[in-house]
């Protein structure tokens, strides 16, 4: 064991090991730049689904989508979450990293990898968007760059499982690890899960587009490629609520409701979350209907009562921290002297309820197998999934990078004031976005298609005003959601550039070991109304259901009208 320090931030009391606190920086920066480069994309995506202006060319829009896709759900994504997953590793079990250089190597992989990607991409022969069907084959150097970046991340998460190990064998922690750190276990195991299956089908793919291989059968293509497509949605589920958990202990002191009931939830997830996948492949006929059946249903359910879990113990947890803190008048007194000035609390609570009420409730319409005929392949599909993973996880990573920016990366905040409202201008126009995204996919508008008026075809289509209507305002507020990503990176990246920097704190050669952590009975003692612990998330969570019931009947009677039976 090579001799390493640790630093002791003087704000937060975390201790940062040397070798890690690099790492953590490096992904986290590394994702940001491609987070600034899917923005940029963005533009164009956006300017040209806006029927007024519809701005690119046909195979530009394409190109561009491809990147855009890529770069937003994998690259950004998959590097800031490597980044937590060294942070719940090694600083929050106070231990060092295991294999500091391979998890260098790992890291080159990445950037080689998704930076090699990008340019094959904009090389103009590769506009195979991000599901990248076979036989639609793209350049070779396409699939090997994707394969590149998928071996980097792999061994990030071997990093991290061998930093566990070294964690128990050091005794840098008593009992059982955080719960944050579960989560983040959590979201590496269904990592191992996602790129294994995008290493299964991308490789034999790869080989057919150099003629090693004949061919690849589409159907067993497609149900493996949404194995990663899919589940790599799950690995930032997982990562975003174990942020949630870390937030609510950072800003309120909060302890978990129950942590017994959390970690059963990111149990369910580990066995349950993958198969929600199978949404993508109710229109197939290679899939049995039993198969079908037990996916769309039992499984499912299982997957959404975990989220459903989360949704309520993390609120939850905030309650009764406030009203120990004497915030105790009415329902929600709690909320409203919550720190909504905090960028890190607004942006994770702004994540919570649009990822439970937009993504979550679109999710579980999805995946019934009747209704998701209404909206298979419509923009609809785009629209849910920007409320899971742009509400959902990109607005909880931008929430954590403004309490990393002091403690991690050792800056003062630049402009303050654009901090505050940057979670409110990119969440809320977000939720504008999604909505009429979902609002114009129920009408029919299909998804990825460069011009949804088909002009000057032979069999054009005349969509209703209420469809125009809806995709210009998928523009409007699409762009207005860029500018709420464009506030974050001048943030965050004017902080690192010219913030000034803070006290690095001490440094010592060796380790302060965790103390053990008391168990949470944090809901066992009753405040509130009627003995709960929590009345206040209790009414949001009885909103919400009467919100699920409601929409999911009202898709029922839209089949109805599309499906006449006499």
Not at 351 to 364: P, Q
Not at 488 to 513: H, Q, R
């Amino acid at each position: 064991m090579g001799q390493t320090t640790y630093r002791t931030c003087p704000r937060s009391g975390l201790q940062f090991e040397a070798q890690a606190e690099k790492l953590i920086t490096y992904n986290a920066v590394a994702g940001v730049v491609f987070l600034l480069l899917g923005g940029i994309l963005a533009i164009g995506v956006v300017l040209t689904r806006w029927p007024a202006i519809h701005w690119l060319e046909a195979d530009t829009f394409y190109m561009v989508l491809t990147a855009h896709g890529l770069d937003m759900l994998i690259y950004w994504l998959i590097f800031f979450e490597i980044a937590i997953l060294y942070f719940c590793s090694s600083t929050l079990l106070r231990c060092r990293i295991a294999a500091p250089k391979i998890a260098w190597l790992a890291f080159a992989l990445m950037v080689i990898g998704a930076v090699g990607n990008n340019i094959v991409i904009f090389q103009g022969s590769s506009s195979v968007m991000m599901t990248s069907y076979v036989p639609m084959m793209a350049s070779p150097w396409f699939y090997l760059t994707i394969i590149l970046f998928a071996v980097g991340a792999l061994i990030g998460c071997f990093v991290f499982f061998g930093t566990l190990v070294v964690a128990k064998r050091e005794k840098t922690y008593e009992g059982s690890v955080p719960l944050v750190t579960m989560g983040a276990l959590t979201a590496a195991i269904i990592a191992v899960f996602t790129l294994l299956s995008g290493a299964i089908i991308l490789v034999p793919t790869w080989l057919m587009s150099i003629g090693l291989v004949k061919q690849v059968d589409p159907l067993i293509y497609r149900t493996i490629w949404w194995a990663l497509g899919h589940s790599s949605q799950q690995i930032n589920v997982a990562a975003h609520i174990s942020v949630w958990y870390l937030v609510a202990a950072v800003v309120f002191g909060a302890k978990p409701m129950s942590e017994r009931v959390s970690r059963t939830a990111f149990l369910l997830y580990i066995l349950f979350l993958q198969l929600a996948s199978a949404h993508h492949l109710l229109a197939d006929p290679g899939l049995s209907v039993p198969w079908k059946i037990i996916n769309t249903s039992y499984f499912m359910y299982f997957a959404v009562l975990a989220s459903m879990l989360h949704g309520l113990t993390v609120p939850g947890a905030m309650e009764v921290a406030q009203r120990r803190k004497g915030y105790t008048k009415g329902l929600f007194e709690w909320l409203r002297k919550a720190p909504w000035s905090n960028p890190t609390f607004s942006g994770v609570f702004i994540s919570i309820i649009g990822f439970g009420f937009l993504g979550g409730i679109s999710g579980v319409m999805m995946g019934t197998e009747q209704l998701n005929m209404i909206i298979h392949n419509t923009i609809y599909v785009p629209g849910h999934f920007h409320a899971t993973v742009v509400i959902g996880t990109t607005l909880t990573f931008m929430a954590l990078t403004y309490y990393l920016i002091p403690v991690l990366f050792k800056r003062e905040m630049i402009a303050p004031k654009m901090a505050q409202w940057q979670p409110y201008v990119f969440g809320l126009s977000m939720y504008f976005f999604t909505l009429v995204m979902m609002g114009a996919g129920t009408l029919g508008v299909s998804r990825r298609h460069w011009d949804m008026a088909f002009s000057g075809h032979a069999l054009a289509y005349e969509w209703p005003g209420a469809a125009y209507l809806m995709m210009g305002l998928v523009g409007i507020t699409g762009m207005a959601a860029i500018a709420g990503g464009a506030m974050y990176i001048y943030v965050t990246v004017g902080s690192l550039l010219w913030g000034k920097k803070l006290e690095k704190g001490s440094v010592s050669a060796t380790f302060t070991p965790v103390p053990r952590a008391a168990p949470s009975v944090a809901a066992q003692t009753s405040h509130g109304s009627s003995g709960f612990a929590a009345p206040g998330t209790f009414v949001l969570a009885m909103v919400f259901l009467t919100a699920f019931v409601l929409y999911y009947f009202i898709n029922w009677k839209y089949l109805s009208t599309l499906w006449g039976l006499s």
